[in-house]
């Protein structure tokens, strides 16, 4: 009887209630996690449109300086001829103007070297909008100073003020990495990736119609310098109005001394590969995770080492072997951004959480043959069964290695941690492509892409000393 007077309607409707409690809570949550997610994919692609606008302009750029006689292009231009001359960089313009692009790149590079984690750190002390906010307010300055420039030295400044306030893309891999739900930040990450190689193949093709579209008079990147202007301040108001803070107060470090207690940890090198700014204050990870978080910083760091080797060589290779225009080496780009795109979007944020190192394992290997088949192609369907190859690979590296970093860390620390992520990851950009172009030079591109794909097999060793994390943090 007492248990027929239990099964009233009002007492079965109250349990319901409560079971639903949760189911509704989780529902909230995930709402919020794509209201979230959704965010930043659209703030960085807008971001990177404007970004990429002048990838297809640079040697044009580079070309006006060099006519008009510009002292400062001149000075560094004797730097270049001195690296040519060294590694027997045969005298053409086309391999002047990859060089000079890739000394220019390698400033912007070391920039966000030294950037990324002090914007991390500010980040976990202030919030994740704030220093999105501010780091938007200087892209929109660097443009500014584009728009305006005449000079290469003004035109150079505004490189350095862009490769300052590029801090904005690790803080978009720290507010991922916020969300709770492993699912979520998989998923966020992979749309990071997605927007990286929309953004990159969209970019560039508007900024070259826009540089054909110049009327007579005009300086030729005066339209895509003003539109990328425009993109960043629609990136500002867009993320002023629809990006909430993933960082509540009390998760937040105590004090701005907190979040700096050394610069040597956020600055050096070899205090970068150790993660030493997370060991500090009371929430320093476990052992283990320390470990773990110098495993994969270091298989990071040696994954883009190589792989923007290649894709700084990839431009010599074509021109020098299949003599490549700059549309056909555009529509090259095109082919394996959109590839990048279509994985990443289908199939990279579909990994299951716990499975990204499995699958990194698996595109490493892809990699070897990859690059293999390019540095050895005799025509072009090698050259781009070796193409396709290598854009499955890298749509799901950094994506599934960012999201398995997301984990390690408090709260409090995830935006230091992201940042010293992204900050290895810029040296890497900034010495990978230098170092490859010698050996390439001297050696010849067969040795140069055989010696890139052996060494991938660093990486991938490094990835079997990775060790259960504790759930401790």
């Known amino acids: ?3 027929d007077r239990s099964a009233t309607p009002d007492n079965m409707a109250m349990r319901m209630g409560k079971s639903s409690c949760p189911t509704k809570g989780k529902s909230e949550a995930e709402d919020g ?98 220093i999105m906010l501010l780091t938007v307010v200087g892209l929109i300055a660097s443009y500014a100073l584009w728009a305006i420039s005449r000079s290469f030295g003004i035109f150079l400044l505004s490189r350095v003020l862009g490769g300052i306030s590029k801090g904005n893309v690790s803080l978009s891999t720290a507010i991922i990495a916020d969300l709770h739900s492993p699912k979520a930040r998989s998923k966020g990450m992979a749309m990071i990736g997605v927007a990286f190689s929309l953004g990159f193949t969209v970019g560039p093709m508007i900024g070259a119609y826009l540089a054909m579209e110049t009327g007579k008079g005009e300086v030729f990147y005066l339209q895509s310098a003003l539109l990328a202007l425009m993109f960043a301040v629609a990136d500002f108001i867009f993320i002023f109005f629809l990006l909430p803070e993933t960082l509540p107060k009390e998760k937040r ?54 792989f923007s080797g290649l894709e700084y060589t990839l431009s010599f290779l074509t021109h020098q072997r299949f003599q490549f225009s700059s549309m056909q080496q555009g529509k090259m780009f095109f082919f394996i951004g959109m590839t990048m795109a279509v994985i990443q979007g289908g199939y990279t ?18 990699l070897i043959p990859a690059f293999l088949l390019i540095g050895w192609a005799g025509n072009v369907t090698v050259l781009s069964a070796g193409l396709l190859l290598y854009s499955f690979a890298a749509a799901i590296v950094v994506p599934c290695l960012s999201t398995v970093v997301s984990g390690y860390g408090s709260a409090s620390q995830k935006g230091t941690v ?44 490094l990835l079997g000393y990775i060790k259960q994390q504790t759930k401790e943090e």
């Open 33 to 130: 996690s794509r209201r979230v997610i959704t965010t930043v994919f659209l703030a960085l692609l807008i971001d990177l449109l404007g970004f990429t606008l002048i990838l297809p302009l640079l040697p044009s750029i580079l070309e006006y300086y060099s006519k008009n006689d510009d002292g400062f292009y001149l000075s560094l231009q004797h730097g270049v001829d001195w690296f040519a001359a060294v590694f027997g960089v045969p005298l053409e313009r086309k391999y002047n103007t990859v060089l000079f692009g890739g000394l220019i790149g390698s400033i912007f590079s070391i920039l966000q070297f030294f950037s990324s984690p002090l914007t991390g750190a500010a980040s976990d002390c202030l919030g994740r909008r704030p």
């Open 253 to 306: 470090v105590s004090s701005m001394k907190c979040g700096f207690q050394a610069g040597s940890d956020l600055l050096s090198p070899l205090a970068l590969f150790q993660f030493s700014a997370v060991t500090r204050g009371k929430d320093s990870p476990s052992r283990e995770n320390l470990q773990n978080l110098k495993v994969l910083g270091l298989v990071y760091f040696l994954y883009l080492f190589l």
């Open 349 to 366: 944020r579909r990994i299951r959480p716990g499975c990204e190192i499995k699958a990194v394992k698996r595109a490493i290997m892809l």
């Open 418 to 461: 992201m940042g010293i992520l992204r900050s290895l990851g810029a040296l890497a950009r900034a010495l990978g492509p230098i170092l490859s172009a010698a050996v390439y030079w001297l050696a010849g591109a067969e040795v140069c892409f055989t010696v890139c794909a052996v060494l991938f097999l660093l990486p991938l060793v």
């Open 1 to 3: 009887m007492d248990a």
